[in-house]
């Protein structure tokens, strides 16, 4: 024969629920606030940056297609355009 508990409160419990009682008492909430250093945020920026030039080809296809098609027609070349073409390159060289 089996005899069920007498009392069904654990005194362990009681002890703990009592202290978490009086470990509350006084104590105030403030909302949660974060502050991130300059350096802190610079780093996350290069991180961010670094991942999209890692996930980004370095070389166009659909526009290295394009010009492809282009280069095709013999009107496209003209002097203007190699003009034009030979001005940004010198520009990017800082000439």
């Known amino acids: ?7 069904t409160l654990n ?14 008492e ?8 974060i502050a991130i250093s300059e350096e802190g945020r610079v780093a996350s920026e290069r991180h961010f940056l670094d991942q999209v030039a890692k996930e980004t080809p ?4 659909d526009l290295v297609a394009s010009i492809k098609e282009k280069i095709k027609d013999p009107n496209y070349l ?3 355009r ?10 990017a060289y800082g000439f």
């Open 1 to 7: 024969m089996m005899i069920g508990k007498i009392n």
């Open 11 to 24: 005194p362990y419990e009681m002890v703990q629920s009592t202290r978490k009682v009086y470990a509350m």
């Open 26 to 33: 006084g104590v105030t909430s403030s909302p949660d606030t």
């Open 58 to 61: 370095d070389v166009r296809e």
């Open 78 to 80: 003209n002097p203007e």
């Open 82 to 91: 190699i003009g034009l073409a030979a001005d940004r390159i010198m520009a």
